[in-house]
């Protein structure tokens, strides 16, 4: 077994689906926020708690998606390893 298969392995069954979550904790982490400051609007200290977990996940969501931009990067650089 070569290191391209090696690497190849590695990306298709732990890192991909570790990346999924990740983003699909981060999306549902955003929507909490969101609804939590929508339902709380009338309750001041509970709508800033709904804002601050709309920040963080915005934030999250960011890291996210650049890590995929260099995983995809890394994917172009070493021909296709990472999908």
Same mark, same amino acid.
């Given at each position: 077994m070569n290191s391209d298969a090696v690497i190849?392995?590695?990306?298709?069954?732990?890192?991909?689906?570790?990346?999924?979550?990740v983003a699909a904790l981060a999306v549902v982490y955003f929507?909490?926020?969101?609804?939590?400051?929508?339902?709380?609007?009338?309750?001041?200290?509970? +709508?800033?708690?709904?804002?601050?977990?709309?920040?963080?996940?915005?934030?999250?969501?960011?890291?996210?998606? &650049?890590?995929?931009?260099?995983?995809?990067?890394? &994917?172009?650089?070493?021909?296709?390893?990472? +999908?």
């Open positions: 190849k392995g590695i990306a298709d069954n732990i890192l991909t689906p570790i990346y999924e979550v929507l909490y926020g969101g609804v939590k400051f929508i339902i709380d609007m009338n309750n001041p200290d509970e +709508k800033n708690t709904g804002r601050q977990h709309l920040l963080w996940g915005l934030v999250g969501l960011f890291i996210i998606f &650049s890590i995929g931009g260099i995983m995809g990067g890394f &994917s172009s650089f070493f021909g296709g390893v990472f +999908k």
